[in-house]
């Protein structure tokens, strides 16, 4: 089992910046993919940044540039720095881990508003 918690969501201006961390805990040696989606309300859940098993990084393509993920092992955290927020950016974003054997694990989620 692999546990999930994200923190850093707010309400955030257009245009400013915002850090979210998700921190994993449990059999993190089972990872093979660990990243951050997004859903806003009555829309799919969207890729936002990934870490792959090769340990390269996919990018949503409307958030390549303004989006960095990164992550801290010895901490076991994984970081999203959001820059140039737009209100359309507003959403519920969660980490999500994907073991070596197929099993997908989800944190509950951290509320990002992008509003004046």
């Known amino acids: 089992q692999v546990q999930l918690v994200e923190s850093g969501g707010g309400l955030v201006q257009p245009g400013g910046s915002l850090t979210l961390s998700c921190s994993a805990s449990?059999?993190?040696?089972?990872?093979?993919?660990m990243g951050w989606y997004r859903q806003v309300p009555g829309k799919e859940r969207e890729l936002v940044a990934i870490?792959?098993?090769?340990?390269?990084?996919n990018y949503a393509h409307s958030m390549k540039g303004r989006f960095t993920i990164s992550r801290d092992n010895a901490k076991n955290l994984v970081y999203l720095q959001m820059n140039s927020l737009k209100p359309e950016d507003t959403a519920v974003y969660s980490c999500?881990?994907?073991?070596?054997?197929?099993?997908?694990?989800w944190g509950k989620g951290t509320l990002v508003t992008v509003s004046s």
């Open positions: 999500r881990a994907s073991s070596n054997s197929g099993m997908d694990y």
């Open positions: 449990g059999i993190i040696f089972s990872i093979s993919h």
């Open positions: 870490f792959t098993s090769g340990g390269s990084i």
